[in-house]
């Protein structure tokens, strides 16, 4: 439910979406046995799922898009999500984790995103 709300939020590009963006890329690392932790910046962050996922290099595009635009997000005046090619990348970064770090069926089962909180 929480990620299909996130997803959500991350389609329709609403203020918080750069957030949501954040939080279920933790989820999906978490899940994959790679966790993020609360206090790596995002670039940090970046650095860690671009190497320990072995991403490729469309998947390391579009994480350095979604990087970018969460940090405007964060930290810009305007604090929105004004990419067009945001949910796209965050999209394109997803199905990358899927091909290059592919979850378990015991990971799909039990996520550990679900149990750590």
Same mark, same amino acid.
């Not at 979406?17 to 995002?42: F, H, K, M, Q, Y």
């Not at 579009?62 to 405007?72: H, Q, Y």
């Not at 199905?95 to 378990?104: D, G, H, K, Q, V």
């Given at each position: 439910?929480?990620?299909?709300?996130?997803?959500?939020?991350?389609?329709? =590009?609403?203020? &918080?979406?750069?957030? *949501?963006?954040?939080?279920? %890329?933790? /989820?999906?690392?978490?899940?994959?046995?790679?966790?993020?932790?609360?206090?790596?910046?995002? =670039?940090?962050? &970046?650095?860690?799922? *671009?190497?320990?996922?072995? %991403?490729? /290099?469309?998947?390391?595009?579009?994480?350095?898009?979604?990087?970018?635009?969460?940090?405007?997000?964060?930290? &810009?005046?305007?604090?929105?999500?004004?990419?067009?090619?945001?949910?796209?990348?965050?999209?394109?970064?997803?199905?990358?984790?899927?091909?290059?770090?592919?979850?378990?069926?015991?990971?799909?089962?039990?996520?550990?995103?679900?149990?750590?909180?």
């Amino acid at each position: 439910i929480q990620r299909r709300r996130r997803l959500r939020v991350i389609a329709a =590009r609403e203020p &918080a979406a750069a957030s *949501a963006a954040w939080a279920e %890329l933790r /989820d999906e690392c978490a899940d994959r046995g790679v966790p993020i932790p609360p206090t790596d910046t995002v =670039r940090t962050a &970046a650095h860690k799922v *671009a190497h320990d996922h072995r %991403l490729d /290099d469309d998947g390391k595009n579009n994480l350095r898009t979604v990087v970018g635009v969460i940090e405007r997000s964060w930290y &810009a005046p305007e604090g929105n999500v004004d990419d067009p090619g945001f949910v796209t990348a965050f999209e394109g970064l997803r199905e990358s984790l899927r091909r290059n770090a592919p979850m378990s069926w015991r990971g799909r089962l039990f996520p550990r995103s679900v149990f750590r909180r």
